[in-house]
């Protein structure tokens, strides 16, 4: 079982920054593929950046290119999110999950998520 907990979500104004953290606990984070999602108000949850076991291989959506920076720290069992020119449209909770590496895999273990709102 992997626990994943999400911080670093708040109030911010339009154009600034965040940068969320997702601390995973009962197994090393390392064997894991790391995905961002987030969900707002009245719609579907949606992808928002995954990151490979080695940090060496990312994806975003349209969305986040460009303003949005995928890492991790395996020594620290942890993948943030940096997010940065923040628009209302960002305004979300913000979920962390991990699944086992390899195509068709789904995502198995989700944080509890952290808000993120952006003022205009």
């Known amino acids: 079982q992997v626990q994943l907990v999400e911080s670093g979500g708040g109030l911010v104004q339009a154009g600034g920054s965040l940068r969320l953290s997702c601390a995973a606990s009962g197994r090393t984070l390392s064997r894991y593929f790391v995905g961002w999602f987030r969900q707002a108000p009245g719609k579907e949850r949606e992808f928002v950046a995954n990151i490979g076991w080695n940090g060496g291989t990312t994806s975003y959506a349209d969305s986040a290119k460009g303003r949005f920076t995928i890492s991790r720290d395996n020594a620290k069992n942890t993948v943030y999110l940096q997010m940065i020119s923040l628009k209302p449209e960002d305004t979300a909770v913000y979920y962390c999950?991990?699944?086992?590496?390899?195509?068709?895999?789904?995502?198995?273990?989700w944080g509890q998520g952290t808000q993120v709102t952006v003022s205009s």
């Open positions: 999950a991990a699944r086992q590496p390899g195509p068709g895999r789904e995502y198995d273990y």
